[in-house]
DNA sequence: ATGTCGCTGTGCCAGCGA
C-alpha cells in the first residue's frame, strides 16, 4: 500500500501537475493540502476519471485538505481537529482506509513569530497531540501526515542559522513535534535514512530549487502497528522542476500488506 | 529586506498568505 502526501498550493491550478504526477507514479492513497478552492470548487471529476475516489474540506482563498483512494469508497471518519469549535479553518481530515486510520494535516504556517498566528500554530499543534494521542490508545494502524510547517532539527534545513527565528523552527515548534513524535510515533522518512539530507519544500524565490535550498516539513508519523510494516519511503523531487508546480514535492511510503 | 507564486475582488492590477 503506497500512500502519499503532497501540498499542491492550489488545487485547481495545479491540477495538470497533479494529475500528471497520479498517472505517472500510481500511488494507492493521497492527502492534499493547500486546496485554495472552497467546497464546490473541488476538481472531483478531473480525480474521478484519473481513477481515485475522494473526500475533501474546502475553503475559499486558502488551507483546504483532501484524501484520495483507489480502493472504492472512502469511508469518512472527521473533517477537522477536535478541540476549538471557534475554528472555521480547513486543515484536517481523517478517513479509514484499507485497515488503516488516514489523517492528513495541514499545520498553521505561524509566521509571523511571535504573534497571534505563531500562536494560533502552536495552540493548533496542542490539539493534534490531543487527537493523536487518542489514535494511539486505540491500538490501530494510523498514519497522520501532510504538511507539518515543522523542521524536526537542523539536518531538516538547509541553513538553519537562517531560520532560527522562524515559526517553522523555533525551538517551541521544534519541542512540540518533537513530544508529538515522543507519544510512540515512527518519522517514517528519518527512519529510513537516518543520516541523508531530504528536503520536501523549495522556496519559490531566489532559485532555491536550483540551489537545493530546501527543508523537510512534510512528514508521516506512524503507529507502532505500521512502523513495522514500512517498507519503502521516498520525495518524488522530479515533480518540483516541472512547469508550473508547487513549492512543494509528494512525499510517499509504501507499507508492507499485513 | 528581498524574492515568487495562487487566489480574490476592488477586477486585467493590488493585497494577502505562504
Known amino acids: 500500500m503506497k500512500i502519499a502526501t503532497y501540498n499542491v498550493n492550489g488545487v485547481n491550478g495545479r491540477l495538470p501537475v497533479l494529475l500528471r504526477w497520479l ?22 471529476e478531473a480525480i474521478r476519471d484519473a481513477g481515485y ?6 475553503q475559499k482563498s486558502w488551507n483546504g485538505v483532501a484524501i484520495l483512494s483507489r480502493f472504492g469508497e472512502i469511508q469518512e471518519l472527521r473533517k477537522g481537529l477536535p478541540g476549538d469549535d471557534e475554528d472555521t479553518q480547513s486543515r484536517y481530515i481523517e478517513a479509514f482506509i484499507n485497515g488503516v486510520v488516514i489523517g ?22 496542542e490539539r493534534l497531540k490531543l487527537h493523536a494521542a487518542g489514535l494511539l490508545a486505540r491500538d490501530i494502524p494510523v498514519v497522520l501526515t501532510g504538511d507539518y510547517n515543522v523542521m524536526p532539527t537542523e539536518q531538516d534545513v538547509y541553513k538553519p542559522e537562517r531560520w532560527v527565528d522562524d515559526a517553522l523552527f ?4 521544534r519541542e512540540a513535534f518533537k513530544t508529538l513524535v515522543a507519544q510512540g510515533w515512527t518519522d517514517a522518512i528519518r527512519k529510513l535514512y537516518p543520516t541523508e539530507t531530504i528536503y520536501t519544500f523549495w522556496d519559490y ?21 505500521l512502523d ?5 519511503a521516498g520525495v518524488d ?22
Open 228 to 232: 513495522k510494516r514500512l517498507v519503502a
Open 53 to 58: 475516489h475522494a473526500i475533501w474540506h474546502g
Open 104 to 125: 492528513g494535516l495541514y499545520l498553521p504556517n505561524g509566521n509571523p513569530a511571535p504573534g497571534p498566528k505563531f500562536d494560533y500554530k502552536l495552540q493548533w499543534f
Open 23 to 44: 498517472q505517472e507514479t500510481q500511488p494507492d492513497v493521497v492527502c492534499l493540502q493547500e486546496l485554495k478552492a472552497p467546497q464546490e470548487k473541488f476538481p472531483e
Open 205 to 225: 524565490f531566489r532559485n532555491a530549487y536550483g540551489r537545493n535550498a530546501g527543508l523537510r516539513i512534510d512528514h508521516f508519523l506512524l503507529s507502532p502497528q
Open 237 to 258: 523531487k522530479q515533480v518540483r522542476g516541472w512547469e508550473k508546480t508547487s513549492d512543494h514535492a509528494p512525499v510517499w511510503i509504501e507499507l508492507a500488506d499485513e
Open 170 to 173: 523555533r525551538p517551541e515548534t
